[in-house]
């Protein structure tokens, strides 16, 4: 599906008006790039396993090498791909609002480093980086060659396994970036919302707290979604395609 020219002129006014922008990205931000949703990548190998099995601390405390090999081979694989023309268009953004003295600050749910390799700063990762481990012990951060080795790393300093740095289900976001997203969003003038389902929370509240401040929200998504009711534009169109269009 594509986007008619009213709805690229609606959505490019709003951000051509605005100074800094928040954007808040999801797995559909990734797709173009060849990054498959959790769900599509258990396929092969992986198929047996269950993202219970994969992605909680019950999982891990049950089988932490089922649990290394499987984010291991997601952190070899994500090397092997580049961002897409939607990453690089935010980065345009970014650069082409500095120079007024704003910014475009991204918070994603996105465990890959795509928004950074295209020239993105990151202001949170409410999800975890795959690219490098934690200990599960002294919480100290490996390096990324730590998260491609096998078998699973111990950590140098007090002995316990490393970890891959992401949040599973079942456990709290990370409180530093949780505050610095909420700081992003309550100082945006304009949110673009993209690629997103909108319903897996706490992350979901961030458009809807953008919403309640009177901020308008540009979503793009080639589908609707939760987030669909309370923004101002839906651009019915991917990442790729359609944020070079827009911004
Ligand atoms: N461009 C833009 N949007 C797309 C594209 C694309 N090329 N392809 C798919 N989408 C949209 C889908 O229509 C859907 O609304 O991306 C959304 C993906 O939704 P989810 O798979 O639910 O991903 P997300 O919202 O990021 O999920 C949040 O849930 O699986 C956990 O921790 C994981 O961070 C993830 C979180």
Redesign the pocket.
Known sequence: MSADSDTIARASALIADARDICVFS????S??SGIP??RDALTGLWAEHSPEDLATPEGWARDPDLVWGWYRDRADRLRTVTPNA?HRALADLHRNRAAVGGGVHIVT???DDLHERAGSTIVSHL?GDLTTPRCSGCGRRGSPTDMLTEPRPSCPLCGASLRPDV?WFGEMLPGDQWADAERAVDACDLMIV???????HP?AMLPERAAHAGTPIVE????P?AVTAIADVHVPG???AALPRIT
């Open positions: 999801g797995a559909g931000m797709a173009e949703t959790f939607g749910q996105n465990v999800h949040v993209v690629g997103t389902s909108g319903v897996v992350a793009v998504n080639p589908d979604s991917t990442a790729a």
